[in-house]
């Protein structure tokens, strides 16, 4: 039996990446263990034992690389609205913004596993021959626990179930 | 691509919180912290009991004075190859698994910031250790230089020299890795809420640490480069005959050696900081007062690394410099075990293994602690420079600092990883037999050492056998009981008792105690709410 609808109102999702480290936090954190490292460093390269210097340097770069691609999550975010006829996915990033609407009746959500392991898994709305990818920002687990919430929303192609009665 | 069926498999799945794959699959291209977490820690237990059979053959070899069992060559091997595998292929990998298990589910992440590193930080262990172990095989047998490899001794070796070089880089490369993601993970991915001061102090130790190991990491992997040229490509950094200085060797690795040696102690500082409290039924004191003095530790480590070669020809003033600057680190130090008697003051204290271990990482790190600050003292250490005194005095620090904490850790955990609680009685009977014999193996040493046993030798002069032959036996049995260990997680895995609820002891406070017992494959994929960051920081 269908559930009674209470409220015809959008669901909206808001996805975007927690980042307890901000930009200006992360320029100090980086700057300060450079300092102190190519420092040390560049003292025992003084004293003759240079080797200690590009090891120093290509672990600074590592860190680096590794703070910025954790914190390149900061400016992903990814807004999905559904409506009872439309599902619209608006992907904002450091560059742009985009906004894709699909007809919610035959949209279908498909989470695709990856050939290999060492790739993740990748979420889409497809309808119509086109598609939009969503949460590529999120861990392989948090992107399933979307899928699911989303299947459930959605429904299957040539389905609209009542968003009344689904999560908020 | 293969696609995933859309079918009501994915409902049961949910709500199992599962969707894990299996097979080998699951542990060669692991990514989840946990699998990751575990594989670590069956590492580290293998290579513990790796380390752990060299050290026997050790004790069997001084079981009384002669050669009995092995010769010179490979009694020097074995303190070598020992020594190398509990630093880093047992205590490093241990304390990097537990990182890996607690750290996310203790600040409310979903996982560690770089997962795929992760996998490929801990992947490397094994190849490393696969060449380092099997430099036994080699013409001139695996490297008998000490851990230290001090030149001009550790350029004389044959085969294994260039495998045990590649081997510590790649063991180097692992624990940067390692350190780096718990660096991104802890800045960048802690929950909303968690701020820095609200968290557990096994974070903090581990956030130290991991600085630790990003600063003094590239000074290493200099170091055994500088050797590998000396000895392959006719440099001269620390060859006497072509203007270097062996001695410099020993400054840059000291330099490396001090802080690795907080390396290996500071984050069980942090894991004896949750247990207290939790079996004391009391809020830590002074956590602020806890985290300046472990930062102040991991400072003080860089400026004390001389200690170590007091008897190489220093001048006057930099021996008192560094026996002052060495001093020093006995008041942080202080503070934290003042501050964990004070937790206790007045506790409603029980006893369980978790607690027993904790205690005596309490009182024999603190034995440790003492014969460190008279090692401290130039005129004292002239004395004491590599005798037994200086083997009891780290085994106090490392044995009861690094591996009674992770023991006391795991046995804290292990009922929320794996949802089931352990045999009680034989978990005391690990503890009753690893603490009563660790000081039988150990403390006659600090004899030995006084009375003027040399270390890293394999026979010794009559009047030192008794105290041997003590030490040996408690070597055996200390070595013995600790099978123990393994047996009790693998029977509490088995068919220990399931926990009840999500705490598994009624004091234990922080987020991973607001998770469910087993903690879920795929845990805080909606972040902790703000009531359970409190509850979970009520220092």
């Known amino acids: ?168 | 691509m293969a696609e995933t069926p859309h079918t009501e498999a994915h409902a049961h799945a949910e709500h199992d919180h599962d969707h894990k794959p299996h097979g080998w699959r699951r542990w060669v291209f692991a990514t989840n912290h946990k699998d990751i977490g575990t594989m670590y820690l069956v590492f580290s237990c293998i290579m513990f009991f790796t380390g752990g059979a060299f050290a026997m053959m050790i004790r069997a070899e001084l079981f009384k004075p002669g050669l009995q069992i092995v010769d010179a060559g490979v009694f020097n091997s074995l303190t070598t190859m020992h020594g190398l595998v509990m630093i880093f292929g047992a205590i490093m990998p241990a304390w990097v698994g537990l990182a890996n298990w607690m750290i996310p589910i203790q600040i409310g992440a979903p996982d560690m910031a770089l997962p795929r590193l992760n996998n490929l930080s801990f992947w490397i262990l094994p190849f490393a250790f696969v060449l380092l172990l099997s430099s036994w095989l080699v013409p001139g047998s695996a490297p008998a230089g000490g851990w230290t490899m001090y030149p001009p001794l550790t350029l004389q070796f044959g085969a294994s020299f260039p495998m045990l070089i590649f081997a510590i880089h790649m063991m180097g490369i692992s624990s940067i890795l390692g350190a780096i993601n718990v660096i991104v993970t802890i800045m960048n991915l802690r929950a909303p809420g968690m701020t820095l001061l609200r968290m557990p102090l096994f974070v903090w130790t581990w956030l130290i640490t991991s600085f630790l190991l990003v600063a003094v990491m590239p000074v290493l992997a200099g170091a055994v480069t500088m050797l590998l040229t000396d000895h392959f490509f006719g440099t001269s950094f620390f060859n006497a005959a072509g203007g270097g200085d062996p001695v410099m060797f020993q400054h840059i690795f000291w330099f490396f050696g001090h802080p690795e040696v907080y390396i290996m102690i500071l984050p069980g500082f942090g894991v004896v900081s949750e247990i207290i409290p939790a079996f004391s039924r009391k809020p830590l004191f002074g956590y602020e007062a806890m985290v300046y003095a472990t930062a102040s530790i991991a400072f003080l480590s860089f400026i004390v690394w001389a200690h170590h070669m007091f008897t190489v020809g220093l001048p006057t003033s930099a021996l008192l410099f560094f026996m002052f600057a060495t001093m020093l680190i006995a008041v942080p130090t202080g503070v934290k075990v003042f501050n964990w008697t004070a937790t206790m003051w007045r506790g409603s204290l029980t006893f369980e293994p978790p607690m027993l271990f904790a205690l005596a990482f309490l009182f024999l790190f603190t034995i440790g602690g003492f014969s460190g600050l008279m090692l401290a003292m130039v005129p004292a250490d002239f004395q004491y420079q590599d005798t037994y005194f200086v083997v009891a005095h780290f085994h106090y620090v490392l044995v009861s600092g690094s591996a009674f904490a992770i023991i006391a850790g795991v046995y804290y955990w292990l009922p929320k990883w794996v949802g089931r609680m352990y045999d009680m009685t034989l978990a005391k009977w690990h503890f009753w037999l690893s603490a009563i014999f660790f000081n039988v193996l150990f403390f006659p040493q600090h004899f030995l050492g006084l009375a003027g046993m040399p270390r890293r030798i394999p026979d010794y002069a009559v009047q030192f056998a008794d105290w041997n032959m003590v030490s040996s036996i408690g070597g055996f049995v200390f070595g013995l009981s600790q099978l123990l260990f393994p047996y009790i997680i693998w029977k509490c895995v088995r068919s220990g008792q399931r926990v009840e609820g999500t705490r598994a002891w009624d004091g234990a406070r922080g987020l991973e105690w607001e998770l469910p017992s087993p903690a879920p494959y795929h845990s805080w994929t909606i972040p902790p709410t703000e009531a359970m960051i409190a509850r979970g920081a009520e220092h």
């Open chain 1, 1 to 168: 039996m269908e559930a009674p609808q209470r409220t015809r109102q959008p669901v909206r999702i808001v996805i975007c990446p927690n980042c307890s480290l901000s930009l200006r936090g992360a320029a100090l954190f980086f700057g300060g263990l450079c300092l102190f490292c190519l420092t040390l460093a560049g003292v025992l390269a003084l004293m003759g034992m240079w080797p200690v210097l590009p090891f120093a340097g290509l672990e600074m770069l590592l860190v680096g690389w590794a703070l910025h691609a954790s914190l390149a999550r900061r400016y992903r975010s990814e807004i999905i609205t559904l409506t009872e006829s439309d599902v619209s996915v608006e992907s904002r990033d450091r560059a742009r913004c985009q906004l894709t609407v699909f007809q919610r009746h035959w949209a279908q959500v498909k989470l695709r596993r990856p050939a290999s392991q060492l790739h993740p898994s990748r979420l889409t709305i497809e309808s119509h021959g086109r598609q939009c990818e969503l949460g590529s920002f999120l861990t392989d687990e948090e992107r399933y626990g979307l899928a699911l919430r989303l299947q459930r929303l959605i429904g299957r192609i040539n389905e609209s179930p009542s968003l009344a009665s689904g999560p908020k």
